[in-house]
């Protein structure tokens, strides 16, 4: 049985919970939160869940926290900006997540962000992981 729509504030409430549980690198959270059939779109691509979880720990080793500025949503829908703040040259990097939640879990995730700033992450995470 499909779930009822969310409303703005279980929208705002389940993506601020999934932002905040990345920056605590806390993928059991994350998983949690994710729907089975998960689509996370960003740099062109899309992610299923499995995917996207490795994808998000590939990161954590530069990333710091993430400082959540804003949450906006309408509906089933929420929109969270923040600043995923690393310990590498790029600093603190804006990001926004367009997230959809239905229920409880989030089925959908488009990742904005600056590719040139966020260049010096995936290059310092490439050194880390050279032998």
Do not use: K
């Amino acid at each position: 049985m499909p779930q009822q729509p969310s409303t703005p504030q279980q929208s705002a409430d389940v993506a601020r919970r999934y932002i905040e549980a990345v920056g605590a690198h806390d993928l059991q959270t994350v998983g949690g939160l994710l729907g089975d059939g998960l689509s996370a779109i960003f740099a062109g691509g899309t992610l299923g869940r499995d995917e996207w979880l490795a994808a998000l720990n590939r990161l954590l080793p530069a990333l710091v926290r993430n400082d959540i500025r804003e949450v906006f949503a309408d509906g089933d829908r929420a929109c969270v900006v923040y600043d995923f703040v690393t310990d590498t040259p790029a600093g603190a990097v804006p990001c926004v997540e367009l997230v959809t939640v239905e229920g409880d879990s989030i089925t959908q995730i488009e990742l904005i962000f600056d590719r040139v700033t966020f260049a010096p992450v995936n290059e310092a995470l490439a050194r880390r992981a050279a032998p």
